[in-house]
């Protein structure tokens, strides 16, 4: 393990006590939506924070838990009770751990650019609403409502005070993160000012114990499973999507590599660990790591110090973190979701092809409005599509009668699913000299859905009583050929070195 110099101690320390400020409100807020006490999501906050920091394949991203998830396991809560959530994180973690033991983490590499920045964007302006409800307060019945006259004058006042100091300290000063400056000034102003404002511990009390071993108190039986197993492998997907993408965005900003499939080993194996502390379990907090990585905290040990510092409040500080004003960490999500939205995307919209425009924007809005994995799911498979359509329409043919008075198709572009009906449309049987050659020198055939597609032509000329000639194939393409497997020229002069995928090999 390298060894930090003072410096870098410093600025992780001081950047892992920021981001546990930051993640206080946040995982009270996320266990409140799931409808479990905020103990329950300060615990995995503490807990997958420090393994996945620890244990991780990415130094310097931070994880606990998040608002993607809880709203998932709101439905469980309320149907069948918070000990069926712990019993779902433990399998959520299980099945988090299998994917990362079939070394599936690197598909995440298959992202498209216009998926991540759809992704990024959309959750930049996802931790901007987020901070809308901190805006509300109890009425008289029960009913939320939203701030006006001077308590709201005076939350936007600190939330502006806030936000200036994290843009315009780092012009004078970076011995301090900017972000704990802020946090500091606002948190020190408003007692010695006597400002009457919304406070941590007006979201509920953080003060506890050390998280205790809890076996979930469920039946161990099949019908535990039916009722369990669908949220984990949602909640499993949701985890390592944002976690993932996140790791990506990191490599990114910081031109490092991470490494997949170990931070999603990290991650299931928090998950199972805090589903039997009594956690929420949790992924990666895209807010949290880019605070962390905008301060330069790039090590390990930010990330373990946020954990303990987390701890450390529930234990020892809670009566001073509860008095930290809203509007001061409000200010910081505000900036970290300024910085962390893509603006020069909005430029490149006009810039990039149409097809890539509409997956970011779709992307964007699917993530504001539905959940971060089917946004995923949706602009890959869109960007999928797309790929193929584009390479389907670039299959081309340029025909010539040769000295024998053979017909030559030579053929240009990808064969493949998408391109089979355009390249039977290419052929006339009926119209055609005794004798036609296919030349396939620069075609490439994908799937077996070309190799239907050849041996389908093969059987039009046969019934139209003609011989073809199909030259330069590539040998394992010919071993799959059935119908044209003897139409094949014996004096091939050369093959093509690509291979074919097909489910018939081996």
Not at 269 to 294: E, K, P, R
Not at 407 to 429: M, R
Not at 457 to 475: N, T
Not at 484 to 497: F, I, Q, T, W
Request: net charge neutral.
């Amino acid at each position: 393990m390298t060894r930090l110099n003072p410096q870098e101690i410093k600025t992780n320390l001081l950047s892992g006590l920021t981001v546990a400020l930051a993640m206080v409100p946040e995982a009270i807020a996320f266990a409140l939506v799931a409808h479990v006490s905020p103990l329950t999501g300060l615990y995995a906050a503490f807990i997958v924070a420090l393994i996945t920091s620890a244990f991780g394949g990415r130094p310097g991203m931070i994880s606990g838990a998040t608002g993607s998830l809880a709203v998932v396991m709101v439905a469980l809560v309320v149907t069948h009770g918070a000990e069926y959530l712990f019993a779902t994180v433990v399998l959520m973690g299980v099945l988090q751990i299998l994917f990362a033991v079939a070394k599936l983490g690197k598909l995440i590499r298959m992202v498209p650019h216009p998926v991540m920045l759809g992704f990024v964007n959309g959750l930049a302006i996802v931790i901007f609403m987020a901070q809308f409800g901190h805006f509300k307060t109890m009425g008289a019945d029960g009913s939320q409502r939203w701030m006006t006259g001077t308590p709201l004058y005076t939350m936007l006042g600190l939330i502006a005070l806030t936000m200036a100091i994290i843009y315009l300290l780092p012009r004078f000063t970076k011995a301090i993160p900017a972000t704990l400056a802020g946090i500091l000034v606002v948190a020190v102003l408003v007692p010695a000012l006597g400002i009457a404002t919304k406070t941590v511990g007006d979201l509920g009390s953080i003060a506890g114990g050390l998280p205790s071993f809890h076996l979930p108190q469920v039946p161990l039986n099949w019908e535990t499973l039916r009722i369990v197993f669908p949220y984990a492998l949602i909640l499993a997907a949701i985890g390592l999507i944002e976690t993932l993408l996140t790791l990506n965005l990191i490599d990114e900003m910081t031109d490092t590599r991470g490494k997949p499939n170990r931070e999603s080993m990290a991650q299931g194996a928090a998950n199972v660990i805090t589903g039997f502390f009594g956690g929420m379990g949790g992924c990666a907090m895209i807010g949290q790591s880019m605070i962390n990585v905008n301060n330069g905290a790039l090590k390990r040990l930010s990330g373990i110090a946020t954990a303990l510092f987390l701890l450390s409040f529930i234990l020892f500080a809670s009566s001073w973190i509860e008095r930290i004003p809203l509007a001061a960490l409000i200010g910081v999500m505000f900036v970290v979701a300024e910085k962390t939205f893509e603006w020069g995307s909005l430029q490149a919209l006009r810039k990039i092809p149409r097809n890539d425009a509409f997956i970011v924007v779709a992307v964007t809005v699917i993530t504001v409005f539905t959940d971060l994995a089917i946004a995923v799911v949706v602009g890959v498979i869109v960007a999928a599509l797309v790929f193929a359509w584009q390479h389907a329409k670039r299959m081309d043919v340029k025909t010539a009668i040769d000295a024998q008075g053979w017909k030559i198709y030579e053929l240009e572009g990808t064969l493949f699913f998408a391109s089979a009906a355009a390249f039977q449309n290419l052929f006339t049987p009926k119209d055609d000299p005794q004798d036609v050659v296919i030349e396939f020198r620069n075609a490439r055939v994908k799937d077996h859905s070309a190799i239907v597609a050849i041996d389908s032509l093969a059987e039009r000329y046969r019934q139209a009583g003609k011989r073809l000639h199909l030259r330069h194939l590539s040998p394992d393409c010919l071993e799959l050929l059935e119908k044209a497997g003897d139409m094949v020229e014996v004096n091939v002069l050369e093959d093509p070195h690509y291979h074919i995928a097909d489910n018939r090999l081996g």
